[in-house]
């Protein structure tokens, strides 16, 4: 029993050491040849993804793969175990206590909190980690301790924003049927999606600065920030952070040979992946921002709506159906199956008032009726009516409605609230007869 619960353990530990390798591969294949830190970091954000998504029980599994993983990574690329191992682990704490950190406060993979907690994380994580990779820097190789601090802190920030929330977002994955999204939208987000594709190799392949002259060349890396803005809004936030993290690909790819705006900027400061990734980390945050904006009220509609359709169910089994009445202007708004009570044909739109509801009641219940929706909104001893309907085919039925008035905190009555019940017990006697 023990063993077969550990053996999903193992598989996501051994998932998240291939993750963290060949993350760790490719940010050297793009840092090339560095003599202390590199500016791109990818592990960074695995790791964090990592300790966010798995309970604090499989941590220590999870940390010890991600060891392993560092060490064979520099295996391959026959670098020094040792510090290898010592910065993996100052990596590999400064991820983990982070997030046991950011989870302290408050930690969801929803809305404001989940862009709280990367930032955080984020923040927390590249600046621990930069304190014991600057520190063995300055301390054996007396290499400066802010300036290696610097750049560490912010490839293992950068590595968070690129790669955590395209993990937590699919990690929530869940199926949605073809009609959630409008198809034009589809269409619309997945052509802009191979424009932002090809319009960044295009923007950060070669020199843009010959292509589209000096300001122009810096102007256009504006262009793909907008493009990812608008896949974020036409297709989500999952969607939106996959084409963030094709567009980290795309810069980072063409920077680290020497092409794009960014690499001008080399010729003077030395460091063009470093303004490249501070250019991605705006716009992570941005996208992670607009996705936050735009599925907060999506989630809000999409709870109100259960909760509407569990009423109605409820009320269509109880055979009653709910009014809301505005004294004021006499509108009515009903929820439940109104078609129970009114007959067939009967929609809550014909009785949007009341000589709409009056026409559909008996000629002797008209008085019945005014007189108890007028007690209803002055008097708190009023009682239930019953009411004959008129039904289509000319047979009537009994409901009993049931009043009540909301005051707003002046005691000045707002609306009349109430339900109609289906009187069953005479409903029954009649057919019985």
């Keep these: 029993m023990e063993t077969s619960r550990s053996r999903p353990g193992l598989a996501a530990a051994l998932l998240w050491a291939v993750l963290y390798l060949a993350g760790g591969y490719i940010s050297h294949l793009f840092n090339g040849p560095v003599q202390q830190t590199g500016y791109i970091w990818l592990p960074a954000g695995i790791a964090v993804g990592a300790f966010m998504l798995r309970p604090v029980r499989e941590w220590p599994a999870i940390g010890v793969a991600f060891l392993v993983a560092q060490l064979v990574l520099s295996a391959i690329e026959r670098g020094n175990l040792f510090n290898a191992l010592l910065f993996a682990i100052d990596e590999v704490g400064a991820a983990a206590l982070a997030v046991w950190l950011v989870q ?20 927390i994580a590249g600046v621990l980690g930069a304190l014991g990779g600057a520190g063995w820097y300055a301390i054996l ?22 790669i955590t929330p395209v993990l937590a977002s699919w990690a929530r994955f869940r199926a949605h049927r073809s009609g959630d999204h409008e198809r034009f939208d589809v269409v619309l987000g997945v052509v802009t999606f191979v424009l932002l594709a090809v319009g960044s190799v295009m923007i950060f392949n070669g020199d843009s600065t010959e292509k589209f002259g000096l300001g122009a060349g810096y102007a256009m890396t504006y262009l793909p920030m907008f493009l990812t803005v608008v896949i974020t809004v036409l297709l989500g936030g999952r969607i939106g952070s996959l084409s963030v993290l094709v567009l ?22 030395g460091r063009s992946l470093l303004e490249a990734q501070l250019y991605l980390a705006i716009t992570s ?7 936050t904006l735009k ?4 989630r809000a509609y999409e709870r109100a709506a259960i909760v509407q359709n569990n009423m109605e169910l409820a009320l269509a089994g109880a055979g009653q159906v709910a009014y809301v009445l505005d004294p004021q202007s006499g509108r009515i708004d009903w929820s439940g199956d109104v078609q129970r009570v009114f007959g067939v044909g009967a929609n809550a739109e014909s009785l949007a008032s009341v000589p709409d509801v009056l026409a559909h009641v008996h000629p002797d219940d008209h008085k019945t009726l005014r007189h108890h929706w007028r007690v209803a909104a002055v008097d708190e001893n009023r009682a239930a009516v ?23 905190s002046n005691l000045d009555v707002t609306v009349v609230a109430g339900i109609w019940q289906i009187e069953r017990a005479r409903q029954y006697a009649a057919a019985d007869q």
Excluded: C, M
Excluded at 104 to 123: C, D, H, K, T
Excluded at 285 to 291: A, E, M
């Design 295 to 298: 599925t907060n009220p999506e």
């Design 386 to 408: 019953s009411l004959r309907i008129v039904l289509p085919g000319g047979d009537t039925r009994v409901v009993i409605d049931h009043g009540e008035p909301l005051l707003d």
């Design 141 to 162: 190789k007396g290499a400066s301790f802010w300036q290696v601090g610097f750049v560490w802190a912010a490839s293992d920030f950068v590595g968070v924003l690129l």
């Design 285 to 291: 945050l941005l996208v992670l921002t607009v996705s």
């Design 104 to 123: 302290r406060v408050r930690f969801s993979l929803e809305g404001l909190y989940f862009l709280r907690s990367v930032i955080l994380s984020g923040l």
């Design 248 to 269: 980290a690909l795309i810069v980072i790819l063409q920077t680290a040979q020497g092409n794009g705006p960014f690499a001008l900027l080399d010729e003077h400061h």
